[in-house]
């Protein structure tokens, strides 16, 4: 029942670039800028994810076990998504495969290090 995810970001001006481009391969777009200093992405007019400056001003830190993981149409957009990030400068935290029956996964740290999984389930 996740309705969207916010993740923070030290530098907006790597950051929002990064996921423009990543976001937008799976249809993905800049909904609006947060007047607090970031931006928004959607995609068929529903909110999905949030990359902003921290609420308190401070330093955006990662959450250790924290993670957000986004569903892909299928196994063969995982591995793209996941080029796509390697592309973009993102690290590696689990190349594309399956993780058990049914559960196709890639793992990777955006630019400011929040981890990231690109999933098809089923």
């Given at each position: 029942m996740i309705s969207y995810a916010t993740i923070g970001s030290n530098d907006l001006d790597k950051a929002i670039p990064f996921y423009s481009a990543l976001l937008g391969t799976q249809g993905a777009t800049k909904m609006m800028d947060h007047p607090r200093g970031g931006a928004l992405f959607a995609r068929d007019g529903k909110l999905v994810l949030g990359v902003l400056q921290p609420f308190d001003?401070?330093?955006?830190?990662?959450?250790?076990?924290?993670?957000?993981?986004?569903d892909m149409p299928d196994r063969a957009a995982v591995d793209a998504f996941y080029a796509k990030a390697m592309d973009l400068g993102a690290t590696d935290?689990?190349?594309?495969?399956?993780?058990?029956?049914?559960?196709?996964?890639a793992y990777f740290r955006d630019l400011d290090g929040n981890k990231l999984c690109a999933c098809k389930l089923g």
């Open positions: 001003r401070g330093a955006a830190t990662v959450g250790n076990g924290a993670m957000i993981a986004l935290e689990g190349a594309p495969g399956e993780r058990g029956p049914g559960f196709y996964m």
